[in-house]
Nanobody, 123 residues
Framework: QVQLVESGGGLVQAGGSLRLSCAAS????????MGWFRQAPGKEREFVSV???????YYADAVKGRFTISRDNVKNTVSLQMSSLKPEDTAIYYC?????????????????WGQGTQVTVSS
C-alpha cells in the first residue's frame, strides 16, 4: 500500500522560501497525479497545486508565480518550492495522490493523503 510522507515545513519570515517534499513508499505513483493542498485553522482544505502523471502543472491563483511543483518518478517524490511567502500561506500542507484525470482541484478526487506538514509564515 502506497504511503505519502511530507517533510520540509517550518517557520519562516514573510518573503522567505521553503521547499516541501513528499515521498511515496510501498509502491509507485508514476501514473498518479500528485497534488498539494493546505488547510488553515477554521478553514476548509484548499487546492494549492497539482502535477499530473504527464507532468502538466496547475496552481491556485493565490500561489501562482510564487510556488513551483515538480516530481521525480525515479525517486518517487514530489516537491513544492514556495517563494515570496506571505502570512496567509500559513497552514498545514498535505500531499495527495489521485488516479483520476479530471477535477484535480477537488480534494474528493484524491485517495492517498500524507499526514501533513506545518508551514508558518511570520509577518
Amino acid at each position: 500500500q502506497v504511503q505519502l510522507v511530507e517533510s520540509g515545513g517550518g517557520l519562516v519570515q514573510a518573503g522567505g522560501s521553503l521547499r516541501l517534499s513528499c515521498a511515496a513508499s510501498g509502491g509507485t505513483f508514476s501514473r498518479h497525479s500528485m497534488g498539494w493542498f493546505r488547510q488553515a485553522p477554521g478553514k476548509e482544505r484548499e487546492f494549492v497545486s497539482v502535477i499530473t502523471w504527464t507532468s502538466d502543472t496547475y496552481y491556485a491563483d493565490a500561489v501562482k508565480g510564487r510556488f513551483t511543483i515538480s516530481r521525480d518518478n525515479v525517486k518517487n517524490t514530489v516537491s513544492l518550492q514556495m517563494s515570496s511567502l506571505k502570512p496567509e500561506d500559513t497552514a498545514i500542507y498535505y500531499c495527495a495522490g489521485s488516479a483520476d484525470r479530471y477535477d484535480l482541484r477537488s480534494p474528493r478526487s484524491y485517495y492517498l493523503w500524507g499526514q501533513g506538514t506545518q508551514v508558518t509564515v511570520s509577518s
